[in-house]
């Protein structure tokens, strides 16, 4: 039995830390012409989707582990393109909750990330 012929490298004999024949060559000596530029506003971003934060926090892991399941069980009947979209809906659906039972519906004031105090509360 033979062995096939051993394949030769396309890089030639070139040390892989040599620096390249592009690299290698001289800059130019003058810089090519500047031409003049104008600064112009930056055409407003349409349509663009904002980033989304992340949020941290605990959870019981059963609680959790329920999630998953649930998630995974109705992905496709309910649209969820992701885990993470199943627990934004779960979080807009409690919230609209205690808005119409204690805000009359109204969004509560919007506080900033890092407002609340960590940890468990007391009572």
Not at 77 to 88: M, Q
Not at 89 to 102: I, M, N
Request: aromatic share 8%; glycine share 6%.
């Amino acid at each position: 039995m033979n062995r096939p012929a051993r394949r030769t490298s396309s890089l030639g004999t070139a040390h892989p830390a040599a620096p390249s024949p592009i690299e290698a060559s001289p800059a130019p000596a003058t810089p090519p012409a500047a031409t003049p530029t104008t600064k112009s506003e930056p055409a407003p971003e349409v349509g663009k989707k904002k980033r989304a934060n992340t949020a941290t926090f605990y959870v019981d892991p059963e609680i959790v582990a329920r999630a998953r399941g649930a998630y995974r069980y109705t992905q496709g009947p309910e649209g969820y393109r992701s885990f993470s979209d199943f627990i934004v809906r779960a979080l807009e659906a409690e919230t609209a909750r205690v808005e119409a039972k204690y805000n009359d519906g109204r969004p509560f004031d919007a506080l900033a990330a890092g407002t609340l105090s960590p940890g468990p509360q007391a009572n």
